[in-house]
């Protein structure tokens, strides 16, 4: 496999579209999400977790690199946090801007909705107004509709209505021309978004080739048959025989990670993709990406040979959301032991809803597992004379203990060379 492929794959580019970071506070169990992630353009965060449109966030602070992406709490008010900035989400009705540039948005029902900062407070009377702070600048208010009242620990509440901005400099507050340009509207987001996807999908599409087009390429499905009757998912590997290709059992189709990207959602006992492969390999590479619901068992099944030869393999994540690579070998006993290694937690909760690549390596000695680009477990293994799939099955196991997947898969890929961090 080219060195170049092997860099694209664990380090998801351009397979991943946008990075997206929360540092969480304390968990809080609700019954509703306080703040949800809508379109977001061109987004870095920290420990890059992507996240889709729709995302539950936790109360928390964000640190934004760069792009923009806006958040909609559940009071009703919306606000568009631009790089580089530093916002925690407080709660239903406040938040804290620590640095940079946030445009809000506030209805009737959500009136009261305040946001802080090292400098000043702003609350607002139903509006829409901009805000700066942080960044070794005089922070500032700008009033669009409506109005709001800012105030400060040595200054009293004043109220400004549309049309008015402030800059809070040496200790008072200086009337200036109130400028909407400086801030990121909704509807330009919006338009942003489509065309970041646009381009990031156009991307994942020319690295497909060359990712099938690589020999060690075994299996590579990107769920992209086009249509919802369709019930077999094609190898896009150059290589590809009949049997390669997979046979949909119960899975029904869903959307991935961008618009017009296909793929597989896996919920019930019965769901899975059957495919066979009888080539042996000396090494592999299995790639995933995912997007998790739940994980309601011991073990959740991504990948699974129905073998159980020496050599087989499973694929896991674990109930604590940890990879797990098993490889089958024979002990003398009835039935294969399975010599497994795991990572450590990171399919966790509070990234149940994102897309997640996952991917585990094995070169005959040591088992790796990264996600999203990351080295996140590794381990020493037996050798096993060759690795074997023979028939196998995505999403769940033709065995008797209940392992299926309650998860959506959008490209799934096996290669018959193991790749590690460059």
């Not at 870095?44 to 992507?50: C, K, L, S, V």
């Not at 060359?210 to 590579?220: E, K, Q």
């Not at 790796?368 to 050798?383: E, K, M, V």
Request: glycine fraction near 10%.
């Amino acid at each position: 496999m080219h060195a170049e492929t092997l860099r694209e794959i664990l380090h998801a580019q351009p397979f991943q579209p946008f990075t997206l970071h929360t540092v969480s506070g304390e968990t809080c169990l609700v019954d509703h999400p306080d703040f949800v992630l809508l379109p977001r353009v061109g987004v870095e965060w920290e420990d890059g977790f992507a996240r889709a449109s729709g995302a539950v966030l936790d109360p928390g602070t964000l640190r934004l690199k760069s792009g923009a992406a806006l958040v909609e709490f559940y009071s009703g008010a919306r606000l568009i946090v631009q790089s580089p900035a530093e916002l925690q989400l407080v709660s239903v009705g406040e938040a804290f801007l620590h640095s940079g540039k946030i445009n809000v948005h506030v209805p009737p029902q959500a009136r009261g909705f305040t946001v802080g900062s090292a400098a000043m407070k702003v609350v607002d009377f139903g509006t829409d107004f901009g805000f700066t702070a942080g960044g070794g600048v005089a922070p500032e208010v700008h009033v669009f509709t409506g109005k709001v009242e800012v105030a400060s620990a040595t200054l009293a509440p004043r109220a400004l209505n549309e049309g008015e901005a402030v800059r809070f400099e040496g200790g008072a507050l200086q009337a200036i021309p109130a400028a909407r340009s400086g801030f990121l509207a909704e509807d330009e987001l919006v338009r942003r978004d489509s065309e970041f996807a646009q381009k990031r999908f156009a991307a994942w599409r020319e690295a497909n080739g060359t990712l099938g087009a690589d020999p060690a390429t075994v299996i590579h499905s990107t769920f992209q048959e086009g249509s919802s009757q369709e019930r077999t998912v094609t190898n896009q590997s150059s290589n590809a025989s009949a049997p390669t290709h997979g046979s949909i059992v119960g899975s029904v189709w869903t959307a991935g990670r961008w618009p017009g990207k296909g793929a597989l959602q896996f919920r019930s006992e019965g769901d899975r993709v059957r495919f066979t492969t009888v080539e042996p390999m000396h090494a592999v590479t299995l790639l995933a990406w995912v997007r998790v619901d739940s994980l309601p068992r011991g073990q959740n099944v991504l990948f699974a040979t129905d073998s159980e030869q020496t050599g087989a393999l499973h694929w896991h994540l674990t109930h604590t959301g940890a990879l797990r690579l098993e490889i089958a070998r024979d002990l003398g006993r009835p039935h294969a032991d399975w010599e497994a290694v795991n990572s450590r937690p990171f399919v966790t909760p509070d990234h149940f809803g994102e897309w997640l690549m996952l991917v585990t390596t094995f070169d005959g000695e040591n088992i790796r597992h990264y996600g999203n680009g990351h080295l996140i477990g590794t381990g020493a293994s037996f050798t096993p004379p060759a690795l074997l799939v023979g028939t196998a099955e995505l999403g769940n196991w033709s065995g008797g203990t209940k392992r299926n997947l309650a998860a959506a898969v959008d490209e799934f890929a096996i290669l018959s060379q193991s790749c590690r961090e460059p």
